[in-house]
């Protein structure tokens, strides 16, 4: 089970963060990074849990440094979740963990 | 989409395989649960090397196996060497030859035009069952709450791989009782195996893609646990303070960049005793011959291993 998860660039964040009706999550990532890598299914698998409830995106923090800058990333991988213009950095890094704390984000 | 191994063609096959063998044969391909080829710093894998790509979609798309398969089988090579650096830059591979032979065996087991995607779940399976036998090397440190939680994702499992659903309440339950295991467990040995129950509670078919990654530190702990037999009484203890601080320092508060503003060890000086570089440096001498000592037990695991997939992809 996959599920498509949408390239997000400084270009095109306002359309698809900044004017977003449903909550987003942000994987920060990059193709060097081998922790990201190993996480990328785990994203997959959280997409396909939410289905329509929350959008999925990922930054690739080389081509994108003005979203690095904006959202304070400060290390990869980085997951954070957006709802309502607030921007919170997901602790969890297994799919059952982040599950549990994205539910407890979204209310 | 179902994915056709080597497209159906056994010339594809042999055109995608045999360059690999001849690369792998020379020992010049490092087995790795990524898919590297051409990556900045690290050897090819043999995955990696098959595709010429690290992309998943794109291996897929090139070789009709599914990349988890092909995580999962390097992963298994990869618990069994020793990679070194060699002298000219390069590298070297130390291991048994019932584990290097696994590095082209499993791609020739393949016949062409094979639907693969099922060999995985069906791997995971075999393992939880594996780990929740009462003659699983950890059994002794599996406690009842976290062995329940275990049959639970079992029998979810059965009904899904019999074409029966389950609902996201159903796991729900599972993944709350599977937290709360963990969260309870106080077993040095038992926190990967909690940790890994944790995590693959959910549909088998949707942890496939996850699966190598979440197996990994599963396969190191048990493998760790099998140079127990070769220690002394005061070894084994240090090694379960090792544990105990790997634990503290894995589960320990991070801020939002992922750092940690304390020091676990802390309140575990012993944990620390046993983690400090002088304790590493002047036990490693005995370390390595322990883990001379258990190889042959760590091979007959890993090679166990390799042959259900192997059957699994015989019977696919």
Same mark, same amino acid.
């Given at each position: 089970?996959? @599920?498509?998860?949408?390239?997000?660039?400084?270009?095109?964040?306002?359309?698809?963060?900044?004017?977003?009706?449903?909550?987003?999550?942000?994987?920060?990532?990059?193709?060097?990074?081998?922790?990201?890598? @190993? !996480?990328?299914?785990?994203?997959?698998?959280?997409?396909?849990?939410?289905?329509?409830? !929350?959008?999925?995106?990922?930054?690739?923090?080389?081509?994108?440094?003005?979203?690095?800058?904006?959202?304070?990333?400060?290390?990869?991988?980085?997951?954070?979740?957006?709802?309502?213009?607030?921007?919170?950095? !997901?602790?969890?890094?297994?799919?059952?963990?982040?599950?549990?704390?994205?539910?407890? !984000?979204?209310? | 989409?179902?994915?056709?191994?080597?497209?159906?063609?056994?010339?594809? &096959?042999?055109? $995608?395989?045999?360059?690999?063998?001849?690369?792998?044969?020379?020992? %010049?391909?490092? #087995?790795?649960?990524?898919?590297?080829?051409?990556?900045?710093?690290?050897?090819?894998?043999?995955?990696?090397?098959?595709?010429?790509?690290?992309?998943?979609?794109?291996?897929?798309?090139?070789?009709?196996?599914?990349?988890?398969?092909?995580? $999962?089988?390097?992963?298994?090579?990869?618990?069994?060497?020793? &990679?070194?650096?060699?002298?000219?830059?390069?590298?070297?591979?130390?291991?048994?030859?019932?584990?290097?032979?696994?590095?082209?065996?499993?791609?020739?087991?393949?016949?062409?035009?094979?639907?693969?995607?099922?060999?995985?779940?069906?791997?995971?399976?075999?393992?939880?069952?594996?780990? $929740? &036998?009462?003659?699983?090397?950890?059994?002794?440190?599996?406690?009842?709450?976290?062995?329940?939680?275990?049959?639970?994702?079992?029998?979810?499992?059965?009904?899904?791989?019999?074409?029966?659903?389950?609902?996201?309440?159903?796991?729900?339950?599972?993944?709350?009782? %599977?937290?709360? %295991?963990?969260? &309870?467990?106080?077993? #040095?040995?038992?926190?990967?195996?909690?940790?890994?129950?944790?995590?693959?509670?959910? #549909?088998?078919?949707?942890?496939?893609?996850?699966?190598?990654?979440?197996?990994?530190?599963?396969?190191?702990?048990?493998?760790?646990?099998?140079?127990?037999?070769?220690?002394?009484?005061?070894?084994?203890?240090?090694?379960?303070? $090792?544990?105990?601080?790997?634990? %503290?320092?894995?589960?320990?508060?991070?801020?939002?960049?992922?750092?940690?503003?304390?020091? #676990?060890?802390?309140?575990?000086?012993?944990?620390?005793?046993?983690?400090?570089?002088?304790?590493?440096?002047?036990?490693?001498?005995?370390?390595?011959?322990?883990?001379?000592?258990?190889?042959?037990?760590?091979?007959?695991?890993?090679?166990?291993?390799?042959?259900?997939?192997?059957?699994?992809?015989?019977?696919?």
């Amino acid at each position: 089970m996959s @599920a498509d998860i949408t390239p997000v660039s400084d270009e095109n964040f306002d359309i698809e963060i900044g004017q977003s009706e449903r909550p987003v999550l942000i994987d920060f990532w990059a193709p060097w990074c081998g922790p990201c890598m @190993a !996480l990328l299914p785990t994203i997959e698998g959280l997409a396909s849990v939410y289905g329509d409830d !929350l959008k999925v995106v990922k930054v690739n923090i080389d081509e994108n440094p003005l979203l690095v800058e904006k959202f304070g990333v400060q290390g990869i991988p980085n997951l954070t979740l957006v709802k309502d213009g607030k921007a919170v950095a !997901l602790r969890e890094r297994t799919r059952t963990r982040l599950v549990g704390e994205i539910d407890g !984000l979204l209310g | 989409m179902t994915l056709q191994a080597f497209g159906g063609s056994p010339a594809v &096959k042999s055109q $995608l395989l045999e360059p690999v063998r001849v690369l792998w044969n020379a020992r %010049a391909l490092a #087995p790795d649960a990524n898919l590297n080829w051409k990556s900045d710093g690290q050897p090819n894998s043999i995955s990696g090397a098959l595709a010429e790509t690290h992309d998943r979609g794109e291996f897929e798309q090139r070789t009709g196996i599914p990349a988890d398969l092909a995580q $999962l089988c390097e992963q298994l090579i990869a618990a069994g060497v020793r &990679k070194s650096e060699a002298p000219d830059g390069g590298f070297s591979l130390d291991a048994s030859d019932t584990v290097l032979v696994f590095g082209t065996e499993w791609l020739d087991a393949i016949r062409p035009g094979v639907d693969l995607s099922l060999v995985v779940p069906h791997f995971a399976r075999h393992c939880l069952d594996l780990l $929740l &036998k009462p003659n699983f090397a950890l059994a002794a440190h599996i406690g009842a709450d976290l062995r329940g939680v275990g049959f639970q994702i079992l029998s979810f499992w059965d009904r899904e791989l019999a074409g029966q659903s389950t609902t996201r309440g159903d796991w729900r339950g599972v993944q709350r009782a %599977a937290m709360t %295991a963990t969260a &309870k467990d106080t077993d #040095p040995w038992s926190y990967r195996v909690a940790t890994f129950i944790e995590a693959i509670a959910w #549909p088998v078919q949707s942890v496939s893609r996850e699966f190598a990654g979440l197996f990994e530190p599963f396969l190191f702990n048990w493998l760790l646990y099998l140079e127990t037999a070769f220690m002394t009484d005061e070894e084994r203890i240090d090694r379960e303070h $090792l544990l105990r601080g790997w634990k %503290a320092m894995a589960t320990a508060p991070r801020d939002e960049a992922g750092n940690i503003d304390f020091d #676990p060890l802390e309140s575990l000086p012993e944990s620390s005793r046993v983690i400090s570089s002088d304790h590493i440096m002047r036990t490693m001498d005995r370390m390595t011959a322990v883990r001379e000592a258990a190889r042959d037990r760590k091979d007959e695991v890993i090679r166990a291993l390799m042959n259900t997939v192997l059957t699994l992809v015989d019977s696919a």
